[in-house]
Each structure stands twice: as structure tokens, then as C-alpha cells.
């Protein structure tokens, strides 16, 4: 079970790399789909009794919500807003790429000094989930555009996902399904939200948010 | 003695290699393609040719692609045997292969500029540019290599893999596998980094560089291409191959399936992928980097 669980954890670093590096916000969008997707296939990993209906209505929930539903929401925001459908980002790909490998580092460091009192399904686990809220938190403080803030966001939700799971292998079926609505809030709002900054400003660029004029 | 076969099969049917490039490209654009052994001909008929040596270059642009093609062969020697026998080759005899192909790639680099053409020297920058990228991945995919397996010399490396460390970090040297990939296709001026069929100057990597060579010197130059590319290919295919632990000659006959193989996922690769921009492409090698910093945490992980 262990060489599935470190094949999808490693694949979930790669989607961090390419999200980092990649300048289209179709192919960001993508790519986070393919990124919740097989965060949604991690618990039929860590499940070490066996698929039990809950773990398994579980994650196909997980996938569906963040495979395909968060995406096409995403797809109908960048649709709408008729505007570029480049990434703008602040810091440049190659820049962004080198901090992700820091915060890769920086979290493997972390982990060293921690230490878990529970016994871990997978010893990257933990350094890969933190890896990913860096990730996350760096696209939405890196990147212009509100959809690859949503993005990043997404990431970041992400990564707290795969640690819970890491942490505490049994999360209660109605706390996850609260953070799975929580989620699909966020992001239908935001999706209204750009749709609103788009049809008010022409644009969806955050930064200039900031010279809003009563 | 398969060590020998090894060297020899590569030295002879490097320019196969890229005769399978043109086939697997051939065959998705529905072409029949020029024939599998025609970079035999084009070398004997540039050897039978005079060569036209302009008046403005020095001694430099004379020595280069001789100098270029005696040391691609001595980075054939060290690496094609390496996998037969774990006593071949030297302590860190990696790191010399780096220096091999970046004194191959000095030697190129200062004949462009010997000719004072501008578009030679646009070329040069962009070669420099893309190793002083892919370097630092291929150091470091070493590392992985080396601290997975134990060993310090390419042989050692190749025979301290086995199917327990495959098992183990699988993950890592897979990662390894793919970031060799990418700087095969960077140094060797392959479509996502550069079109070796492109005639446009301002485009052109590799090709541009070689623009005024003529003759048995083009020749020397253009096997040395294929030579490198043969390398490059075995590094991938030899660690590919310790997954198997064979000897002898079924692993001889896996070691040319596998080129074959590279080949075809090269021309594949070619076929369905577009060039990159050139401001676009420092990303993907900054990528193949970001891979093999990734397979040297895991490496450290994993093996602990």
C-alpha cells in the first residue's frame, strides 16, 4: 500500500512543480483538477482495513467535487471574463519553480524536527502535505489573476487534506463533508465575485483592487 | 567482453539512432521517411567533400570539431561499458563526464564565435545558456544515483542498483529517468529546446553554431551529434536496465532494445509536441532541475 500512497504523493508534488512553472490559466486549471482528483484517491490509499463504504463514498466525493465541479466553475469564470488567459504573475515561472523546491526543502527540514507521536502511513507524507499549503500560499500571494488565487487557495485546502488524513486516518464523516461544503462556498463565491470584478472593471487583475475609489 | 560490444555497438550504430528519430516522426506525419541508414551516406558523402574554411576565422575553428568529436568518443567509453563492469571507469568518474561534455560543448562554443558571424554568436549564448541549466540537474541526478546505490563511479553506481533499491526508491530514480530525459533533449537540441530541422537562423540552437563548417569537418560534427545523443541515451537505458539485474548478453540485446526504444520516445516526442519559446524553454530545464532536487530529497527519505 505504502508504494501507491508515495506514487500519488510524489505525483502531487510534480502537480505543485507545474503549477509553479506553467504560464496558462486553462492548463493551472487543469492541472489542480488532476491535483484534487488524486488527493481524492488518497484515502483508498492510507486505508489499511480494507475499503469501508464510508472511505470510499468519501473520496469519490472529494473527486468529483474537486475534479470536476471546482473545475468547471473555474472554466465558466475564465469563459466569462473574456479577458487574457495568462497566469500575470508578480514573481517570474522560473523564480516561482525555485521557491517551490525551497519550500519542498524547507518542509522536509520541518518535518525532520518534528516529531509525530503516532505511527506515519508513509514518511513523506507530512513533508508533502506542508509542501503543498507553501505551494498554495505562495500562488495566491505570487499570482495577479483572481482565478489562479482561487487556485492556489485550492492547494492549499489540498495539502491540510492530505495531512488530516496523515494525522488523524479516521476523520468523522460530517466534519469532512463540512469542509467539502465549506470549499464549495468558497469557490462558487469567488467565481461570483470575479465574475462581479470582471463585469464592474473589465478585468480581473487583484492588484488593482487595491485603488478602488468610493 | 558484452562491455566491448556495448562501446563498439554505440561508436557504430549512433547514427541509426537518429535515422529511428526520422522514422518515428515519419511515420505519425504518414511519410515513408528517409531511409533508417541514411546518415551513413550523408557522413561519406561529407567526407568526400572539400571544406570551404572562411578567411576571418583562426586556428580555433580548425581544431574544434575534431577536438569536439575525440572527446564525445572518450564520454561513449566511459559511459556504454560502465553498466557491464562495475571496475570500469574511476572514483567520481561522473563528475569527469560533466567536465567531458562541457569542454565538447567549450570547444563548439568558442569555434562559433571564431567566426565573428552574429547569428553563430545568438547561437552560442543560447547553448550556454541551456547548459548552465541542465548541469546542475545532471549533478545533482548523480547525487541521487551515487547516494541510492552506494557507489562513486558511473560502474559502481549502475551495479549498486538492483531490484531491492528499485523497490525501495523507485520513486527517486524514476524521477532520475525523467530528468536525465529532459536534459537529453536540451543538450542535444531536440524539439521542446530546439528544431534540428529548422533553417532559420534566429532560431536555431545547435544547428546555428555549426553554420560555416563544411565537409569531413561537418561530418565530424554531425556524428559527434549522434554519439552524444547516444550517451545520453545509455545513461537512461543503463539505469533503466539495473531494474532487470541481467548480465551478459540478454542484457546486451535488452541495452540495444532499449536505445531503440529512446529513440522512438524522442521522435514520439517530437511528433507531438510543439517547439517552445525560447523565453519558455529555461523553464522546463529549471523544471528538470526542481525533478532532480525532488529524487534527492525522496533519495534521502526513503533510504533512511
Known amino acids: ?214 | 567482453m558484452p562491455g566491448l560490444i556495448l562501446l563498439l555497438s554505440g561508436l557504430l550504430l549512433a547514427p541509426v539512432l537518429s535515422g529511428v528519430i526520422v522514422k518515428t516522426k515519419a511515420a505519425f506525419a504518414g511519410r515513408s521517411g528517409a531511409p533508417l541508414f541514411q546518415q551513413y551516406h550523408d557522413l561519406a558523402k561529407l567526407l568526400r567533400k572539400g571544406q570551404v574554411i572562411s578567411g576571418t576565422t583562426t586556428f580555433v575553428f580548425r581544431i574544434a570539431p575534431t577536438l569536439v568529436l575525440v572527446i564525445t568518443v572518450a564520454a561513449a567509453a566511459l559511459v556504454a561499458p560502465s553498466i557491464a563492469s562495475a571496475r570500469w571507469g574511476f572514483q567520481g568518474d561522473f563528475v569527469f563526464l560533466l567536465c567531458l561534455l562541457g569542454l565538447a560543448r567549450f570547444l563548439t562554443v568558442s569555434s562559433a564565435l571564431d567566426t565573428g558571424s552574429s547569428f553563430e554568436g545568438m547561437g552560442a549564448s543560447r547553448e550556454v545558456l541551456y547548459s548552465a541549466l541542465s548541469e546542475p540537474a545532471l549533478l545533482i541526478c548523480f547525487g541521487v544515483l551515487a547516494r541510492v546505490s552506494g557507489g562513486m563511479s558511473l560502474g559502481g553506481m549502475y551495479d549498486g542498483l538492483g531490484y531491492g533499491e528499485w523497490l525501495s526508491a523507485g520513486t527517486a530514480l524514476c524521477l532520475v529517468a525523467v530528468s536525465f530525459f529532459i536534459v537529453m533533449l536540451a543538450e542535444n537540441s531536440r524539439i521542446p529546446f530546439d528544431d534540428p530541422n529548422t533553417h532559420l537562423e534566429l532560431t536555431m540552437v545547435h544547428e546555428v553554431m555549426v553554420l560555416d563548417n563544411s565537409g569531413p569537418d561537418f561530418a565530424m560534427i554531425t556524428y559527434g551529434a549522434a554519439l552524444k545523443l547516444w550517451v545520453f541515451g545509455s545513461l537512461i537505458v543503463n539505469l533503466l536496465l539495473t531494474a532487470l539485474g541481467w548480465t551478459g548478453w540478454p542484457h546486451a540485446a535488452a541495452y540495444l532494445a532499449g536505445m531503440l526504444l529512446v529513440g522512438i520516445l524522442v521522435g514520439t516526442v517530437e511528433s507531438v509536441m510543439a517547439r517552445l519559446s525560447l523565453l519558455r524553454t529555461p523553464h522546463l530545464l529549471a523544471g528538470a532541475g526542481a525533478i532532480a532536487v525532488l529524487a534527492f530529497i525522496l533519495s534521502t527519505r526513503f533510504l533512511q
Not at chain 1, 500519488?8 to 505543485?16: E, F, G, N, R, T
Not at chain 1, 490559466?25 to 475499503?51: E, F, H, K, S, Y
Not at chain 1, 479516521?170 to 465575485?193: S, T
Open chain 1, 1 to 214: 500500500m505504502t508504494a501507491y500512497l508515495d506514487i500519488i504523493l510524489v505525483a502531487l508534488i510534480l502537480s505543485d512543480f507545474i503549477l509553479l512553472g506553467s504560464g496558462r490559466l486553462g492548463n493551472c486549471i487543469r492541472i489542480a483538477a488532476w491535483q484534487g482528483i488524486m488527493v481524492g484517491l488518497l484515502p483508498m490509499a492510507t486505508a489499511d482495513a480494507g475499503l469501508s463504504f464510508r472511505i470510499a463514498a468519501l473520496g469519490m466525493a472529494v473527486v468529483a467535487l474537486k475534479g470536476f465541479v471546482f473545475p468547471r466553475l473555474l472554466n465558466r469564470a475564465i469563459r466569462e471574463s473574456a479577458g487574457s488567459r495568462e497566469v500575470k504573475p508578480f514573481v517570474g515561472y522560473t523564480t516561482s519553480l525555485l521557491a517551490g523546491v525551497l519550500a519542498l526543502s524547507a518542509s522536509f527540514w520541518l518535518d525532520g524536527r518534528l516529531s509525530f507521536p503516532l505511527q506515519l502511513e508513509s514518511a513523506i507524507v507530512v513533508p508533502v502535505s506542508l509542501s503543498m499549503m507553501f505551494t498554495g500560499l505562495f500562488l495566491v500571494v505570487a499570482r495577479r489573476t483572481a482565478v489562479n488565487q482561487v487556485i492556489g487557495y485550492l492547494v492549499l485546502e489540498n495539502g491540510i487534506y492530505a495531512l488530516s488524513l496523515a494525522i488523524v486516518r479516521d476523520v468523522p464523516f460530517l466534519v469532512e463533508l463540512g469542509v467539502l461544503m465549506d470549499m464549495f462556498v468558497a469557490v462558487f463565491v469567488m467565481g461570483i465575485a470575479i465574475y462581479r470584478i470582471n463585469m464592474e472593471f473589465d478585468h480581473m487583475d487583484s492588484n488593482r483592487l487595491a485603488k478602488l475609489r468610493g
